[in-house]
């Protein structure tokens, strides 16, 4: 699909893509020559020809070197405007990219897929394609959503902590392939200074973990959000107290999560399975989730049981 503007311009992104393209011919390359050279899969090396995937900038720099030893292509890629035009968002979903436009940290607690701002587009594109079947629509949507991450995912770019319930690492969406590129994609994202991502180990039966997936957002003046999602349907709680229970929790599911270090190395695993197209772990999430309800409920009866007073043996 192009991205063309309302007008039915060609966009900038499409014009550096061709500009990639015509260089790559003039040098004698191949897209599989020029995907070997970074390295990465040759589709990566098509989108970003047609306009349709934002490169890194460290993989422009490899272009420039193979392709154009004047710099042009890491010039124009810092004046490219990935995302225009911006798609519209759900109206359900609009508050909440209006939030993060502005937001100055993020935290996020994430259960069973990737959040938004951490997916690549490939693994976006599958997830969306479960409810939406029209091609021009899922495609919208996709760029929708990642248009939201560019400002994430800066180098000078809000803080932004995730906590990951393990369940989304062994949650197949799309198939290996997209799997192991989305773990690809959270290690290198983890190496940004203002992100910092733990995993949640699933087989971990305390802390309780939250019902929902959620997310604290702090805009200026330091006023705190909690957002939670539903089917279709985003909610907002601004209530002070809830806010800061929320944040407490938070802090416990941090405390109790795998460290920076153990958590790439988790994810390295995860991926070199992905790689080997081993089928992933069976989850054990809604189990863990039974164990702790069952705990509960046994604290409950415990506490609510009838005192009988035991006599003592004197001494």
């Not at 039966?205 to 929902?212: L, Y």
Request: aromatic content about 4%; charged content about 30%; some cysteine.
């Amino acid at each position: 699909m192009k991205h063309k503007t309302p007008s039915g311009r060609t966009t900038s992104a499409e014009l550096f893509g061709e500009l990639v393209r015509q260089l790559r011919i003039r040098a004698g390359l191949t897209q599989d020559q020029l995907a070997s050279a970074l390295p990465v899969d040759r589709s990566l090396i098509a989108h970003i020809e047609a306009g349709k995937r934002r490169p890194d900038l460290e993989h422009v720099k490899v272009f420039d070197r193979l392709l154009d030893p004047d710099g042009l292509l890491a010039e124009m890629w810092g004046k490219v405007d990935w995302y225009a035009p911006h798609p519209a968002h759900p109206d359900w979903f609009r508050k909440r990219a209006e939030m993060d436009a502005k937001a100055v940290a993020l935290r996020e607690f994430q259960m069973q897929v990737m959040p938004g701002l951490l997916q690549t587009p490939e693994y976006a594109r599958a997830l969306i394609a479960r409810d939406e079947t029209d091609a021009s629509r899922l495609e919208d949507r996709v760029r929708a959503r990642l248009s939201r991450q560019e400002r994430f995912l800066a180098k000078d770019g809000p803080a932004y902590r995730v906590i990951l319930d393990e369940c989304a690492l062994h949650a197949l969406v799309g198939d290996s392939r997209v799997m192991e590129g989305q773990c690809a994609h959270l290690l290198n994202v983890a190496r940004t200074a203002n992100v910092v991502i733990q995993v949640l180990p699933a087989q971990r039966s305390e802390p309780v973990r939250p019902t929902t997936s959620l997310s604290l957002i702090t805009l200026p003046q330091g006023r705190e959000v909690l957002y939670s999602e539903s089917v279709n349907s985003g909610h907002f709680v601004h209530d002070l107290e809830t806010v800061r229970a929320t944040g407490r929790i938070y802090d416990v599911l941090r405390a109790e999560a795998l460290s920076v270090g153990e958590t790439a190395a988790l994810i390295r695993d995860v991926r070199e399975r992905y790689a080997r197209d081993e089928a992933p772990h069976r989850c054990q999430c809604g189990d863990v989730a039974q164990e702790q309800l069952q705990r509960q409920q046994l604290r409950k009866l415990h506490r609510n049981r009838p005192r009988i007073p035991r006599r003592r043996p004197r001494p």
